[in-house]
């Protein structure tokens, strides 16, 4: 990443179109927490969410490293495409389930392992997502360089595993999984097809995300501070709320005046 947050600009609201537009949710739509189960969306970005949803005739998706269930329940009830566990889980625009998994007996083997090594260490966090696996430190800040070690060990012991950075975190995640690949995927479906893509994100995660985005002639935003290629930064996730409610009212004039005489 060469370029620099802070050099690049506050978004402009939506104001044409036709876009597809894809969220991340943990720093971007919602408030980061110590703990992942303390998170919310407010009631009102829901509805928002839910209402530009509908200005894009459903081209509206979240894409985040959770799994699909629980952005469902995060976002509810807004019942959107989602690609979930950084793209290893989809559900496109029809309701289909693309899943990208391990086979059972390496997940058992890898709970397992990775469950009894952080039950040493206070205040980590194991979050089991099937095919991936969170390793947390956000409330043992102290055991990071112990978490990472045991990260790197295992993927270097499977090579159908890969790492994924993140905030407080170090996730395992099959190979070939990420952000842009879902993105893309979504692109060449329907209602994605042929709209202007728009991303936004905060975490090493959502890289490849503005990537996909930006090689589609789109619109990239990071939020909070770090190197990015996004195009355009916004400084917080209530910045996020602040754009997207901007958005949506610019989406309600246009269509106020294409019916005005
Ligand atoms: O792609 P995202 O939607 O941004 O999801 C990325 C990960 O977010 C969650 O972890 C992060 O948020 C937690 C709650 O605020 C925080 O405690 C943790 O330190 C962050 O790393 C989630 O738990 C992961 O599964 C997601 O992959």
New binding site residues.
């Given amino acids: 990443m060469t370029d620099s947050c802070s050099t690049h600009g506050t978004p402009p609201v939506l104001s044409e179109g036709p876009y597809a537009l894809f969220f991340?949710?943990?720093?971007?739509l919602?408030?980061?927490?110590?703990?992942?189960e303390?998170?919310t969306i407010p009631a009102g970005v829901r509805e928002h969410l839910q209402q530009l949803a509908a200005q894009q005739q459903g081209a509206l998706a979240?894409?985040?490293?959770?799994p699909i269930a629980e952005l469902d329940r995060l976002a509810a009830p807004l019942n959107a495409p989602l690609a979930g566990?950084?793209g290893a889980e989809r559900r496109d625009a029809q309701g289909n389930l693309h899943v990208i998994s391990l086979p059972a007996a390496l997940v058992q083997t890898l709970e397992a392992r990775l469950t009894s090594a952080l039950a040493q260490w206070p205040g980590t966090q194991l979050?089991c997502?099937g095919m991936a696996f969170?390793l947390?430190y956000?409330r043992g800040m102290t055991y990071e360089s112990q978490i990472m070690q045991l990260a790197e060990e295992v993927v270097s012991q499977f090579p159908e595993l890969v790492l994924q950075p993140?905030?407080?975190?170090v996730?395992i995640k099959p190979q070939g999984v990420d952000?842009g690949a879902a993105i893309r995927a979504f692109m060449q479906e329907s209602p994605f097809t042929g709209r202007i893509p728009v991303f936004i994100?905060?975490?090493l995660?959502?890289e490849k995300g503005f990537l996909a985005v930006n090689a589609l002639q789109g619109v990239s935003i990071k939020v909070g501070a770090g190197s990015t290629h996004a195009r355009y930064h916004l400084d917080s996730v209530e910045a996020v709320w602040a754009w997207l409610e901007g958005s949506l009212l610019q989406q309600q004039n246009n269509v106020g005046k294409e019916f005005s005489l």
């Fill in positions: 991340d949710v943990d720093g971007t919602a408030t980061l927490q110590s703990r992942p303390a998170v979240l894409v985040s490293g959770r566990v950084h979050e997502k969170a947390h956000r993140g905030k407080c975190v996730e952000k994100g905060d975490d995660t959502d």
